[in-house]
């Protein structure tokens, strides 16, 4: 049985994997997306007998038998509920969703039919990828920045619209009629303690890796230098973004900044590179792609190669969805024993609290953990010392129930995978020069968690964060109409 390597999912032979990909080409070429090429037969994935269970996972967690809820129903609707309900406004959440789903109804325009100017439906609070509904300001009829979500809407000046049409506004009314929600935060405190239930871990993938030769994983994914360039690449002339030119010039620029850029899964062409994307896929099967993500997200746009030398840094910032971070030593050889990078994670659960407290007692956070302007320009150059770090350590404590600090402090080694749940505020130093896979991932079973996150602390807290461009709720969205 073959796997492709665009969706993860099985096939009996590679004629039938082969027409697969043609489609998919042809959809992402409709759409003016990269289109997919197959690798040969030999470079295919071959999957046990029990593949395809693993590979069709999603489908298979519906069980869907006729008169019966299952647990992936209920995981849907609670997301669903968090999606459209604001945390605490109302005492029961589930017919509150209902209501704001009939409201919807009523609405006789698709907001599709006003002018969008070709542009993504995204909050311009929070960020958050706005599919089933929003609301915009009323002297203005375009929904293009003038897009609001029902954390960051003004209630004086806005107006709902609806996004998605009648009929699947019906499903998911069926849904959430038929169905019980799950557990259902009723504060944002209760939010906090949910999403910090989920604790930071480590792994040992393969601490027997070789460290890694910068250049040779530079060479692996010259194609994707080539693309990152071409938009990020603003320290880069033109001729050194040409592909025979494009390795020397970001080895240089790594001296003295970090480089960050989305890989393909299908183009690594060095040994090295190939290496780091087989680390990816190991936990690929466990992860959420194929139709519900169709024309949001793929795991080629969440997927990103980290290269960077020792003192390196990432400011504080939260993720949509739960990430993993796998970390390979550059050089000659590894120094067994010497960590790699430090983590630092605050609990979600007082990251109000972190977030205050770094507004009053740390320069560097005029805004607490948001973004601010420096020299004219945003910038989220709010990283922590540690001296600071023991400071809000400190402040913030312990949960009285586990007796664990509310400020975590992670090392991660060669070969070692992190795993950052969604919610947890979180800032990474390099020790040492490494290379690094990381990716964000969706479950159906976390699907809740990452509404909540959204709520909690990305419309809340952390507003100016990265773009959602996870689109959990368009996923969401698709998920509960294949019911």
Not at 85 to 110: C, E, K, N, Y
Not at 368 to 397: M, N, P, Y
Request: glycine share 6%; proline share 4%; hydrophobic share 40%.
């Amino acid at each position: 049985m073959l796997q492709c390597p665009f969706c993860l999912k099985p096939f009996k032979n590679y004629h039938s994997l082969q027409r697969h990909a043609n489609r998919l080409s042809k959809t992402a070429a409709d759409e003016g997306q990269h289109q997919w090429k197959l690798p040969r037969v030999e470079d295919i994935t071959i999957l046990p007998d029990r593949g395809h269970e693993i590979a069709d996972e999603p489908e298979s967690k519906k069980q869907k038998h006729k008169g019966t809820v299952s647990l992936y129903q209920q995981q849907l609707a609670t997301a669903l509920v968090l999606c459209l309900v604001s945390v605490g406004q109302s005492g029961d959440p589930r017919q509150a969703a209902l209501s704001v789903l009939h409201q919807l109804l009523r609405i006789q325009h698709d907001s599709l039919a006003l002018d969008t100017d070709g542009q993504g439906s995204q909050c311009m609070g929070c960020g958050i990828a706005v599919y089933i509904c929003a609301w915009k300001g009323k002297a203005d009829p375009r929904l293009r920045r003038n897009m609001w979500c029902m954390m960051c809407k003004d209630a004086e000046s806005t107006e709902l619209v609806r996004i998605v049409s009648k009929d699947s506004i019906v499903k998911a009314i069926k849904l959430l009629t038929d169905t019980t929600i799950l557990h259902m935060p009723r504060s944002r405190s209760e939010v906090g303690q949910w999403l910090g239930m989920t604790s930071p871990s480590i792994a040992e993938l393969d601490c027997h890796l070789p460290a890694m030769s910068c250049k040779a994983v530079l060479t692996g994914f010259t194609s994707d230098l080539c693309t990152w360039a071409e938009s990020e690449g603003a320290g880069l002339s033109v001729e050194e973004r040409q592909p025979d030119k494009i390795v020397v010039a970001v080895q240089r620029m790594l001296s003295s900044s970090y480089l960050a850029f989305t890989v393909r899964m299908d183009t690594a062409s060095t040994g090295e590179a190939k290496q780091l994307i087989s680390m990816r896929l190991q936990t690929a099967h466990s992860e959420w792609w194929g139709e519900h993500t169709a024309g949001f997200i793929d795991m080629h746009r969440t997927t990103l190669c980290l290269i960077g030398m020792a003192g390196t840094k990432t400011a504080p910032h939260a993720d949509w969805a739960d990430a993993k971070n796998f970390a390979i030593a550059i050089g000659r050889k590894v120094k067994q024993g010497a960590a790699l990078a430090r983590w630092i994670f605050v609990n979600p659960c007082c990251i109000s609290r972190a977030n205050e407290f770094a507004e009053r007692e740390f320069k560097q956070c005029p805004k607490g953990f948001d973004k601010c302007t420096k020299d004219g320009r945003d910038t989220f150059d709010t990283f922590l010392s540690q001296s600071d770090v023991a400071t809000l350590s400190k402040s913030l404590g312990t949960d009285p129930n586990t007796g664990n600090a509310y400020v975590q402090t992670v090392y991660q080694h060669h070969g070692q995978l992190v795993h950052v749940p969604a919610g947890w505020l979180h800032q990474v130093e390099n020790l040492q020069d490494c290379v690094k896979i990381a990716w964000d991932m969706m479950t159906p079973e976390r699907m809740g968690a990452y509404m909540a996150t959204w709520q909690h602390v990305l419309a809340s807290v952390i507003k100016s964060n990265a773009p959602d461009y996870m689109a959990a709720t368009g996923v969401l969205w698709v998920a509960v109409q294949k019911l």
